[in-house]
C-alpha cells in the first residue's frame, strides 16, 4: 500500500495551484472588481523553475522515444487500455495511464509557479510510477503509439472530403503530424473567415513545454488531412517548412482589418510550400 499514499500529496498540489486563479475570478457582491493581492501579483511574475522544467523535458523526449505515450504535443493520455495487476502497482484499480498524466501536470505546474523543489519531488514519483507502466506495456506486447499513428497517418483523408463534422473540443489539442510521423505541433485554436464565417486557419502551438513558450503558426484548414478516428491532423510537409511558416501571436487576428492583411501573407506561404515536399 506504500504508493497509495501519493494521491494525497498530488490531489493536494493540484487543488493548491487552481485555487487561487478561480478564486480571483470571482466578482465581489459590490460587483466591483477587486486589484490583484500582493500574494497573486507575486505569482504571476514568479520566474519559471527552469532546472526542473529541463527535466521534465528530458523525461518527456525519453517516454516519447519508448514508444508508448503520445509525447509533449498531444493531450490524450498514454495508451494504456487496462490496468496492471495489483501486485505490480501495490494498490488495486490501478490506471497508470490517469496516474502518469496527472503527476506530469502536477510537476509543470509546480515548475511554472517556481517551485524547485516540489517539482522534482513529484518528478521522482512520477519516474517510479512510469517503470512500472513500462514494464507492463513491454510484457502485455502492447503496440507501440508510432506503428499506430503510422497506420492512421496511411489512411487520413482531406478534411474537404471527409463527411463527418467537426466540433472545436475535438479539434483543439489535437496533434499534427507529417506523412513520416514526426510530430509538427499541436492545434491551439481555430480561426473562422469573418467574410464566410467558415474555419479559415488551424493556428498550430509549437515548440515550448506544457503551453510555456509555445510559437503559433496559422495554417490554412483546407490543407489538413485527418484520420479516420480524428485523433491526428496529417499535412504533407517538412518541419523544416513549419520553422519558417509565418507566426502570429495569440491575440493577433481578432479584428477584421488584421485578418485581411495577415492572410494575405499567410496564404502566401503556404500556397508556395505545401505540395512540394
Known amino acids: 500500500m506504500k504508493r497509495s499514499t501519493v494521491a494525497g500529496p498530488v490531489v493536494a498540489c493540484v487543488c493548491l495551484c487552481f485555487a487561487g486563479p478561480l478564486a480571483a475570478a470571482e466578482l465581489p457582491a459590490t460587483g466591483v472588481v477587486a486589484k490583484p493581492s500582493p500574494s497573486e501579483t507575486t505569482a504571476s511574475t514568479t520566474k519559471p523553475a527552469e532546472t526542473c522544467l529541463n527535466d521534465l523535458s528530458a523525461f518527456d523526449r525519453q517516454m516519447e522515444k519508448d514508444g508508448y505515450w503520445p509525447g509533449r504535443a498531444g493531450n490524450g493520455y498514454p495508451i494504456m487500455d487496462g490496468s496492471p495487476p495489483a501486485a505490480a502497482t501495490g494498490y488495486r484499480g490501478a490506471r497508470l495511464s490517469y496516474e502518469l498524466r496527472t503527476l506530469v501536470a502536477s510537476a509543470s505546474i509546480l515548475a511554472q509557479r517556481g517551485h524547485q523543489q516540489p517539482c522534482e519531488d513529484v518528478l521522482s514519483t512520477t519516474r517510479d510510477v512510469y517503470k512500472i507502466y513500462l514494464a507492463y506495456m513491454q510484457s502485455e506486447g502492447v503496440q507501440t503509439v508510432a506503428s499506430r499513428q503510422q497506420q492512421q497517418i ?3 483523408q482531406p478534411v ?7 466540433r472545436s473540443a475535438e479539434l483543439i489539442g489535437t496533434d499534427v503530424r507529417n506523412v513520416k510521423n514526426e510530430a509538427l505541433g499541436s492545434v491551439h485554436d481555430l480561426l473562422f473567415s469573418p467574410k464566410s464565417g467558415t474555419i479559415a486557419y488551424l ?9 510555456i513558450d509555445e510559437k503559433y503558426v496559422p495554417i490554412p484548414w483546407d490543407d489538413f488531412k485527418i484520420t479516420p478516428n480524428m485523433s491526428l491532423l496529417v499535412l504533407d510537409i517538412s518541419k523544416d517548412v513549419v520553422d519558417d511558416a509565418p507566426q502570429v501571436k495569440d491575440d493577433q487576428l481578432v479584428t477584421s482589418g488584421q485578418f485581411d492583411q495577415e492572410s494575405q501573407k499567410v496564404d502566401a506561404y503556404w500556397k508556395a510550400h505545401l505540395g512540394n515536399n
Not at 474537404?160 to 467537426?166: G, S
Request: proline content about 0%; cysteine-free.
Open 160 to 166: 474537404t472530403v471527409n463527411a463527418a463534422a467537426f
Open 203 to 211: 493556428v498550430i502551438g509549437r515548440g515550448g513545454f506544457f503551453g
Open 154 to 156: 496511411a489512411a487520413a
